[in-house]
């Protein structure tokens, strides 16, 4: 059978030929338009026949003229990834329609593919669909860190807290701080006077269990920013404090990663009871305490609000007060399980809290009186993730809807299950490794743990990222002029050192790097070097102020989640680009793609390719303004 294997998103070209008795004429006409011809023929030739219209009955629109690459013929494309769930074009079943495979990809290919793609824009537009890239391009795309084929991958698992259900921050951490300070007042802990604030902390901040400190670290673990107690400490104390120590999460000992949106209530609370036992209100009757021992406490006190059961009988009782609900997320699941994805839930959760919350953000947004059950073939609760993907627990089956168990040893498609493992999971599915994308918001428990030891693909969940995208775009006149003025010294600073090394050359009785600078009189290099100094401390209390303020859009304290200083990562940002895949707000951003999607990694840049380009520059003739400013002092 003659077909052609497509990589694209959207088909190529083809060419079509009419004949008359005179003449032949070869007409080019996109293969869109000749794919919407041949459904209005079908539609046409089936509604005239009742027989047609039976057979048609027990097949997919499309089946005579596509088929989709199996696992036992898939092929690795030229980016390394799996051509599995692939479209590919059947020539030959388009004979009927006067199409000419072999002429298929008469042409230039850049002709072709240009012009499907603006017939394909033209298109998207008609139906008032985004395109990939417009989706990328906002505050709920979905951004890729390594290249995933969608197509590929036979099963989706999802975390449910934060992830397919969404939480007001407010309403639920406040809960569970609430909670946490009333336990740490019967553990005799002085707490009157202390409120919520969740923006006190943020995401992928560290807390350093021996200092009582509360830090930011970039990329290489650098401390940029900390703050001890609540009170946010100078760049020379940070200097002095961390200036020879790195954070390192392999010691956990010492420091506790801020993985998810629940961390943020014992964090608050944590940092507020520092100032406590700073003042001295922390009686002797507990004891004597150090900030590790106070960090124990406090995480004692929040582990039994949870484990108590008050706060999620709370929630259950009014999930209306807690659940922010997202009518898109049920309608995207089900474009994924109808594509032929595998739909897994993989949840710490109990069975009966896991039941309400999902009957909430689900059921009234589905079709035709489907459950939220419908979507899954497999419900995991009680998982005890990372230990799901790490080592293999007892499995049991939940048998009744008040959560009643009984031991198995084997899952199977559209059970209820509680504890198992991962490797259970693909055993029963016989789907492994990079078959399987795993959807979370805890950088560890769901994301890092399912690829270090099982090599799943992962998506991040993180919602703080639209805040972010917007905070960005509305900083970028602010950042613009930073970066002009940040330029602007670095181009002064450079004369500045080239006379401040010609004055010592002189001072040493050596010439100075050209002649120009040689022949400079004492008076004349004194006089530059005092005004070139003076913008340059002007310069500093500009920018000073400016880097201080940089992303207090998103948070005044700690500034952008995914920034660390003006020009670095933050080591958040290091961890999603380490361990997630692809990395959204929320996981109805996927109903913005479809299940088909291939996402591409973006190009990433490297210290010299700004230099590269500046001698690109160069050599095509134009002159940057570091040169045209420096030749005025012929150096």
């Given amino acids: 059978m003659a077909s052609i294997h497509c990589f694209f998103r959207y088909p190529v070209q083809l060419n079509t030929s009419t004949s008359t008795s005179t003449s032949t004429s070869t007409s080019r006409v996109p293969f869109s338009s000749f794919s919407f011809n041949c459904l209005r023929c079908s539609r046409s030739s089936s509604s005239s026949s009742s027989v047609d219209a039976h057979a048609a009955a027990n097949k997919n629109v499309g089946d005579d003229v596509f088929s989709v690459?199996?696992?036992?013929?898939?092929?690795?494309?030229?980016?390394?990834?799996s051509t599995k769930g692939d479209f590919n074009l059947n020539f030959d079943r388009l004979q009927p329609f006067g199409i000419d495979g072999e002429a298929a990809l008469d042409g230039p290919i850049e002709e072709?593919?240009?012009?499907?793609?603006?017939?394909?824009?033209?298109?998207?537009?008609?139906?008032?669909?985004?395109?990939p890239s417009s989706a990328r391009n906002s505050p709920r795309g979905i951004f890729c860190s390594r290249t995933l084929n969608l197509r590929s991958i036979s099963a989706i698992g999802y975390d449910m807290d934060y992830t397919l259900i969404h939480y007001n921050v407010m309403a639920w951490e406040g809960r569970a701080y609430d909670y946490c300070m009333v336990n740490l007042r019967n553990m005799g802990f002085p707490v009157e006077g202390l409120a919520f604030d969740p923006d006190l902390v943020i995401r992928g901040l560290v807390i350093d269990k021996e200092k009582g400190n509360l830090v930011k670290a970039d990329r290489f673990g650098y401390v940029k920013r900390a703050m001890h107690g609540t009170t946010m400490l100078s760049n020379r104390a940070v200097s002095e404090m961390y200036g020879r120590e790195l954070v390192d999460l392999r010691k956990e000992s010492q420091w506790e990663f801020l993985n998810t949106l629940f961390s943020v209530s014992e964090a608050v609370a944590y940092m507020q009871m520092v100032n406590r036992l700073d003042e001295g209100a922390i009686g002797p009757e507990l004891g004597p305490l150090d900030y590790k021992g106070l960090y124990k406490a406090v995480g004692k006190a929040l582990f039994r609000a949870h484990v108590e059961g008050q706060l999620k009988s709370e929630i259950m009782s009014k999930p209306e007060l807690f659940v922010e609900p997202d009518p898109e997320l049920p309608l995207a699941l089900l474009d994924q399980k109808e594509a032929g994805k595998k739909l897994l839930l993989i949840t710490n959760s109990d069975y009966h809290y896991t039941d309400k919350m999902m009957q909430h953000s689900f059921n009234r947004f589905l079709p035709n009186d489907m459950g939220w059950r419908d979507l899954f073939n497999m419900v995991i609760v009680s998982a005890r993730k990372p230990e799901f993907f790490q080592m293999s627990h007892p499995l049991y089956e939940v048998v009744t809807g008040e959560g009643l168990m009984r031991p198995c040893f084997k899952a199977r498609t559209g059970g209820l299950y509680s504890g198992g493992s991962a490797q259970m999971i693909e055993n029963s599915l016989n789907i492994h490794g990079d078959e399987i994308l795993y959807v979370g918001d805890h950088i560890y428990t769901d994301v890092s743990q399912s690829k270090v030891h099982l090599r799943w693909r992962t998506a991040l969940i993180c919602r703080e990222l639209e805040e972010e995208y917007n905070a960005l775009i509305n900083s970028r006149g602010q950042r613009a002029r930073l970066?002009?003025?940040?330029?602007?010294?670095?181009?002064?600073g450079d004369l500045f050192n080239q006379l401040r090394l010609s004055l010592q050359r002189r001072n040493r009785g050596r010439p100075?790097?050209?002649?120009?600078?040689?022949?400079?009189?004492?008076?004349?290099?004194?006089?530059?070097?005092?005004?070139?100094l003076v913008v340059m401390q002007r310069l500093d209390q500009k920018i000073a102020p400016m880097l201080e303020s940089d992303g207090e859009l998103?948070?005044?304290r700690w500034g952008f989640l995914s920034r660390a200083g003006l020009w670095d990562k933050s080591h958040l940002m290091r961890q999603i680009e380490k361990y997630a895949d692809i990395y959204t707000s929320r996981v109805s951003n996927f109903l913005h793609y479809t299940p088909f999607m291939y996402f591409r990694s973006q190009e990433q840049t490297l210290a010299h390719d700004s230099y590269s380009y500046y001698c690109s520059e160069r050599n095509d003739g134009s002159v940057s303004g570091v040169t045209t400013i420096k030749s005025k002092f012929a150096l």
């Fill in 69 to 81: 690459t199996s696992s036992s013929e898939y092929d690795v494309d030229y980016l390394g990834e």
């Fill in 112 to 131: 072709v593919a240009r012009m499907e793609a603006q017939e394909a824009e033209h298109l998207l537009n008609d139906f008032g669909i985004p395109s």
């Fill in 483 to 492: 970066v002009e003025l940040i330029n602007q010294k670095e181009v002064v």
């Fill in 512 to 532: 100075a790097q050209t002649l120009a600078a040689t022949n400079m009189d004492d008076q004349e290099l004194t006089e530059s070097m005092q005004k070139l």
């Fill in 554 to 556: 998103f948070n005044k």
